[in-house]
């Protein structure tokens, strides 16, 4: 609720300044970077897809983009490896997943950090292999963006209110041809 009441203040904000136009208001880049600190910084700050990407970006650019870039399969799960295993869930789930990072220049906040499936089917606890007897597939959370439109002066943005889904984990389901 909070978050909501954020950024329909900073809509209003929006609303009430910049160039009026037959289509909106427009701003130009010095609003629009007023407003991206404004509203990055207290209304997605409860979506961890939002403060996972400074993370992430560590991550890249540290000693660990070695490690992290080479789980891109499906892992097999050995009883030799399990005390190896971190304490994040993605690592040690049975439909593991990793992050990326998802950018969009037209699009309020630009980074979010998207789950993206290891794994076709999940792996099955007795053998640690994957098997297709279940399917992983992402968890979705519904997160509200602002989208930015180029005005007709092609030199200033106006904003529109959008709800996208951001893949947020993966989870084990029966497949559909069991139903």
């Known amino acids: 609720m909070n978050t909501i009441l954020v950024l329909?203040?900073?809509?209003?904000?929006?609303?009430?300044?910049?160039?009026?136009?037959?289509?909106?208001?427009?701003?130009d880049d010095n609003d629009l970077q007023k407003y991206k600190h404004f509203?990055?910084?207290?209304?997605?700050?409860?979506?961890?897809?939002?403060?996972?990407?400074?993370?992430?970006?560590?991550?890249?650019?540290?000693?660990?983009?070695?490690?992290?870039?080479?789980?891109?399969?499906?892992?097999?799960?050995?009883?030799?490896?399990?005390?190896?295993?971190?304490?994040?869930?993605?690592?040690?789930?049975?439909?593991?997943?990793?992050y990326t990072i998802d950018v969009d220049e037209n699009r309020l906040p630009m980074k979010l950090a998207f789950a993206e499936c290891l794994c076709s089917g999940c792996i099955d606890v007795r053998t640690g292999r994957e098997t297709d007897a279940v399917n992983s597939v992402t968890v979705n959370q519904t997160m509200m963006v602002l989208r930015r439109k180029q005005c007709s002066d092609q030199k200033t943005y106006a904003f529109q209110v959008e709800y996208i889904k951001v893949p947020v984990a993966c989870t084990c389901v029966l497949p559909k041809s069991h139903f």
């Open 39 to 98: 509203v990055g910084k207290h209304a997605w700050n409860n979506y961890p897809s939002f403060y996972m990407v400074k993370e992430l970006e560590q991550l890249e650019s540290g000693e660990n983009r070695q490690r992290r870039h080479t789980g891109h399969s499906c892992p097999n799960l050995v009883a030799s490896s399990i005390q190896q295993v971190t304490e994040d869930h993605n690592s040690r789930s049975i439909s593991p997943w990793r």
């Open 8 to 27: 329909l203040v900073v809509l209003f904000a929006c609303l009430t300044e910049g160039k009026q136009t037959r289509g909106g208001h427009c701003y």
